[in-house]
């Protein structure tokens, strides 16, 4: 994955170098200015979930039953935003999909919010993954997509 993600980040600058010396480009610039827009999106969210998928491998097994639910409903959340990255067409075609991951995610985060410190580090951990996961999801919905998802109630 490190590797596609490299490469990503090299076709995307060599393209916008491209863009520049090309004087034909001007017939096609707002359109391949959005797929480079497209693929830097999709990069951000690719190594956002990289980085979860690291910290979730390091993360301790839960102390207490709260900290089992939380990781159930972190676990569910991520179901559910994997659904949205996996086929975007169909969150196109059905955005209460990721309505339904952003409250998933939103629910993560209050219980994280809500948890004794004595449960080791489960607060910051699933609550740093909970807002990771959540601007990905908005920004996947939104550059990748092609959706315009009505802004939930996230006062964290």
């Known amino acids: 994955m490190e590797q596609a993600q490299a490469r990503l980040r090299s076709a995307i600058v060599e393209a916008r170098r491209a863009m520049r010396g090309n004087p034909r480009i001007r017939l096609r610039r707002d359109k391949t200015t959005r797929q480079l827009d497209r693929a830097e999106a999709l990069s ?3 190594a956002t979930l990289m980085a ?9 097994p839960a102390l207490s039953e709260e900290g089992i ?3 159930r409903r ?6 559910q935003a994997a659904d949205v990255f996996t ?3 169909a969150a196109r075609a059905e955005p209460e999909v ?7 995610l939103q629910r993560v985060l209050e219980q994280s919010q809500s948890m004794p410190s004595s449960d080791g580090l489960d607060e910051i951990l ?4 909970a807002l990771a996961i959540r601007e990905c999801l908005r920004t996947f919905a939104r ?10 109630d996230e006062s964290a």
Not at 52 to 60: E, F, H, N, R, Y
């Open 44 to 46: 951000r969210c690719a």
């Open 52 to 60: 979860v998928g690291v910290v979730l491998g390091q993360s301790a």
């Open 69 to 71: 639910v939380l990781r």
């Open 74 to 79: 972190s676990a569910t959340a991520l179901d």
């Open 87 to 89: 086929q975007p067409g």
């Open 98 to 104: 990721v309505q339904r991951s952003r409250h998933s």
């Open 126 to 129: 699933f609550g740093a993954l």
């Open 143 to 152: 550059e990748v997509a092609e959706i315009v998802v009505p802004e939930a």
